[in-house]
Each structure stands twice: as structure tokens, then as C-alpha cells.
């Protein structure tokens, strides 16, 4: 696509249900990241991945948050038992290389009720 | 620690009314400093890249200048549609990109 893609774009979950998101990063972009943003506050970084790398794991906030990305392709975000405080906007996003600009999804919204 | 942060939190000014903004960081080997815009329900929108001190960009009414301490957004005679939030990041040595909280602006017409 011409653009990063995001699914779902809105999830309510209940308190405990795991819940996976997804990323569908621009083709041949091989940086991609996860962001999470709570209501009027900035981007807390989650994960980076680039090319074959191990990824940078060192903002995932609990071991309940995980993420994979098969190669330079799709990204799932895996928030298990999920809890209240999780509830945010999830931004994933995608560069061409180490430094250079990102690419933003539109986010998906999850509410855990 | 790595860390950005950005100043005000809030700007309200009148259309035409110059202004600037600030985002001053510690971030370790910085890579890159970059500025975004994000408009309510969406993504972040790249708008600057700044690689070292003393380089300056501009696009339309903005213009990013970058310190070895800071960088500043400057927004010159600004109108409504320039309401957003605007957002800073470094790019560490190590190339994860960290964001500050944003500052809002809200330009009246």
C-alpha cells in the first residue's frame, strides 16, 4: 500500500482478554516502531526493529507486551491480560533507514473496559 | 537518560503573531533531530530532519534551527490551519527515536 496500515483501528477489549495489533509497514521500509500515546500526552517508544537485527525491546513496559515482525514485513503487538492502564493509542510506524524520517499509521485506539 | 523535552506546553497565539518553540534534549550520540505535526486522530506528519548544530530548514511558514543543546520550531505570521500539535524526537546513538510531550498550538483567526 502507499502507506503505513494499522488494524484494527478501534478495540474494546474486557480487563484480562489478550488482544493483538497489527502493522502493515510501507514495502521495503526496514526500520519499524512501536509507540503508545495516552490522551493528550506524547509518543512513549515500545520497540524498534530494523532489518534482521535483534529488536530494541527496552520500552515495552511489562512482560504482558510483546511484538514480532516477519522480516521486513507485517508486525503484531501482543498485549496479554490486558489491564486498564493499557488503554491508549498504539502508533506503529516505518523509515527507509536508521535515520531518516517515519512514517506514521493511523493508530489503533484500544479501550479495555 | 535520554530524554526530550519540549516547551510550552500550550501556545495560543493570534493569527499573524510569530512565535517559537522549544525542544531542548539529552540524548545520547543524537543521530538526527527531527519535528512533527500530528493533528487530532491522526499520526504524526514528518515536517524537519536537523543532523547538526548550526543547521537550519524551512517549509512555508516554519523554520527548525538545531544547538548542541536545543532546537527551536519557529513559525512566522501563523494562521488557523497551522493548529496542531508539534512534536520533537531524537534519534540516538543507538537509533531508537524518543519524542517529547508535544506542544499545542492553537492559532486564532
Known amino acids: 500500500g502507499a502507506g503505513v496500515s494499522q488494524s484494527p483501528s478501534n478495540k474494546v477489549t474486557e480487563k484480562g482478554k489478550d488482544v493483538e495489533l497489527r502493522c502493515d509497514p510501507i514495502?521495503?521500509?526496514?526500520?519499524l516502531y512501536w509507540y503508545r500515546q495516552r490522551l493528550g500526552q506524547g509518543l512513549e517508544f515500545l520497540i524498534y526493529f530494523q532489518g534482521n537485527s535483534a529488536p530494541d525491546k527496552s520500552g515495552l513496559p511489562s512482560d504482558r507486551f510483546s511484538a514480532e515482525r516477519t522480516g521486513e514485513s507485517v508486525s503484531t503487538l501482543t498485549i496479554q491480560r490486558t489491564q486498564q492502564e493499557d488503554s491508549a493509542v498504539y502508533l506503529c510506524?516505518?523509515?527507509?533507514?536508521?535515520?531518516?524520517?517515519?512514517?506514521f499509521g493511523q493508530g489503533t485506539r484500544l479501550t479495555v473496559v | 537518560e535520554d530524554q526530550v523535552t519540549q516547551s510550552p506546553e500550550a501556545l495560543r497565539l493570534q493569527e499573524g503573531e510569530s512565535s517559537s518553540l522549544n525542544c531542548s534534549y539529552t540524548v545520547s550520540g543524537l543521530r538526527g533531530l527531527f519535528w512533527y505535526r500530528q493533528d487530532p486522530g491522526k499520526g504524526p506528519e514528518f515536517l524537519f530532519t536537523?543532523?547538526?548544530a548550526g543547521e537550519e530548514k524551512e517549509k512555508e511558514r516554519l523554520k527548525a534551527t538545531l544547538t548542541k543543546k536545543e532546537s527551536f520550531l519557529h513559525i512566522t505570521a501563523p494562521k488557523p490551519e497551522d493548529s496542531a500539535t508539534y512534536l520533537c524526537?531524537?534519534?540516538?546513538?543507538?537509533?531508537?527515536?524518543?519524542f517529547g510531550a508535544g506542544t499545542r498550538l492553537f492559532v486564532k483567526a
Open positions: 524526537a531524537g534519534t540516538t546513538g543507538g537509533f531508537k527515536t524518543i
Open positions: 510506524a516505518s523509515s527507509s533507514g536508521t535515520v531518516t524520517e517515519a512514517f
Open positions: 514495502s521495503g521500509h526496514t526500520a
Open positions: 536537523l543532523y547538526s
